[in-house]
């Protein structure tokens, strides 16, 4: 309709779109309640005005015809044949036949709905209206929470949005829940990202008394809906971090970091934990045992796992979670010891840039001084560099021996020779001998420039040179820290 509606005023035959609406003159097909303005909108207009979006949402409605009214071209379209070749699949719904079925069947081919848009049509109907407004309308399409839910995050190697993210651990927790029974088989099924609205019908069924009661699920939802929306903020890496455990400090972790296996438990922490001071204690421990392992380049695969054993636990008390993480002996999920986090800092990394910027930047905001006149900005603020360029062969002299090349090679992927700074080098700059790369050339900074004042840059800039020794101390100097910020 979007699209004819555009042909029809663009050609100057507005009179054509007639076929689209019914005797009332009203529209043939009704969008939904966030797309109403923007659609009425556009269906009222006369002429072939651009339009803009107004109010919040995505306004794909909007996008959609400002594309048509732009790209159509009135010498290569005939309205009418374009009727005559379109078609249209109409299908009749006999009593006693299961429409939502029917509508899942359709919906799981072709284009792909999100989780949140098949659970509204499977949990709502015509009769079940009043229902709908309380619990779904009124918590996750209320405009001015729109954008928020409607955010993506990267999770694995796919994109989903917060709704699904909710979605997905709010059935985790309600699948830990020892009086729902749920078999060990089921719960890893339900914990398959691509069965998340199968595995809601499986649950409802199977242990949660049937559809007949689909609507209670619904009803507990709200108040997990505002606690997540409360906790749980993307936006946190454009934004500096709090020195002291906090939320804010792990949503970095979760989202800065791509830790979104943590969300659930963390859900269930904020929800059921009423103390402040204890929830953010429990969100320090978890930020110290995933850190720990990102130092020391654990694996992440059994995170799924342990951190569910923890909502079927109850594990709702800092020091029992302490203790769960002390107690892990299986390298999937041990918390590694001081020794471990220190051998990393002197270790060759390689860890993603996206890991390296993680570590060096919460030690940075935790061990910088409280009346530091720099200013600390948000995760996404900061690139990574290496102070000993990759390239040193090209301006830093050779080596006598091939030997010692190889060793300054493994040596300046070391977190010693690592740096976050406020942004990128010019490359000329980035590859240049160490007196050029602090303090930039031709207008260009430096390190001095771009990485001045911070903690993590202590004794650096003011070095004569830098070379292996100078790395190996200030990688001693950052495990220091680095076991101060994450204590066991």
């Given at each position: 309709m979007i699209y004819f509606k555009a042909l029809t005023l663009k050609n100057g035959q507005p009179e054509k779109f007639g076929g689209f609406l019914l005797e009332s003159g009203k529209p043939a097909l009704a969008p939904s309640k966030n797309d109403t303005d923007d659609f009425s909108r556009i269906m009222e207009l006369q002429e072939p005005a651009r339009q803009e979006a107004k109010g919040k949402g995505n306004h794909r409605i909007v996008q959609a015809f400002n594309y048509f009214l732009e790209r159509i071209d009135v010498n290569d379209v005939d309205v009418m044949t374009l009727k005559r070749n379109i078609q249209l699949v109409c299908i009749e719904v006999d009593e006693g036949e299961d429409e939502q079925q029917i509508f899942d069947t359709i919906n799981s081919r072709g284009v792909r709905l999100t989780t949140a848009e098949l659970l509204k049509n499977y949990f709502f109907s015509r009769e079940t209206v009043e229902d709908y407004q309380k619990c779904w309308e009124s918590v996750f399409e209320v405009e001015d929470d729109l954008d928020y839910w409607s955010q993506e995050i990267v999770t694995g190697r796919i994109r989903r949005s917060l709704i699904d993210l909710f979605f997905d651990s709010f059935l985790q927790i309600k699948a830990q829940q020892k009086n729902y029974g749920v078999s060990t088989e089921d719960k890893k099924s339900f914990g398959r990202v691509d069965w998340l609205f199968t595995s809601y019908k499986e649950f409802i069924e199977k242990y949660y008394g049937g559809e007949d009661r689909k609507l209670d699920l619904v009803r507990e939802l709200k108040p997990y809906a505002d606690v997540f929306k409360r906790t749980f903020d993307p936006g946190c890496v454009q934004r500096a971090v709090p020195r002291d455990s906090s939320i804010g400090r792990l949503n970095v972790v979760i989202f800065g970091l791509k830790n979104s296996t943590l969300i659930p438990y963390v859900l269930y922490i904020a929800k059921n934990v009423k103390d402040p001071a204890v929830r953010d204690e429990m969100y320090g421990a978890m930020e110290s045992y995933v850190m720990r392992r990102v130092v020391c380049r654990s694996t992440t695969k059994n995170y799924n796992r342990f951190f569910s054993s923890l909502i079927l636990g109850n594990v709702l008390d800092p020091d029992v979670l302490c203790d769960e993480f002390a107690s892990q002996e299986d390298s999937?999920?041990?918390?590694?010891?001081?020794?471990?986090?220190?051998?990393?800092?002197?270790?060759?990394?390689?860890?993603?840039?996206?890991?390296?910027?993680?570590?060096?930047?919460?030690?940075?905001?935790?061990?910088?001084?409280?009346?530091?006149?720099?200013?600390?900005?948000?995760?996404?603020?900061?690139?990574?560099?290496?102070?000993?360029?990759?390239k040193w062969r090209n301006n830093w002299g050779r080596l006598a021996t091939e030997e010692g090349g190889c060793n300054r090679d493994a040596t300046l992927l070391t977190l010693g020779n690592l740096a976050i700074i406020t942004q990128a080098l010019n490359a000329s700059i980035r590859d240049a001998g160490w007196v050029t790369k602090k303090a930039g050339k031709n207008g260009a900074p430096g390190l001095e420039g771009c990485a001045a004042g911070l903690t993590t840059m202590d004794g650096v800039l003011s070095a004569a040179a830098w070379d292996e020794e100078k790395i190996h101390e200030r990688a001693k100097r950052l495990a220091d820290m680095a076991v101060r910020v994450w204590p066991k």
């Open positions: 999937t999920t041990q918390m590694p010891t001081d020794e471990e986090v220190k051998s990393a800092f002197t270790g060759e990394t390689r860890y993603i840039n996206l890991q390296t910027r993680g570590i060096l930047y919460l030690i940075e905001s935790k061990e910088r001084l409280a009346n530091s006149s720099t200013v600390l900005l948000g995760f996404d603020g900061y690139s990574l560099e290496h102070l000993m360029p990759k």
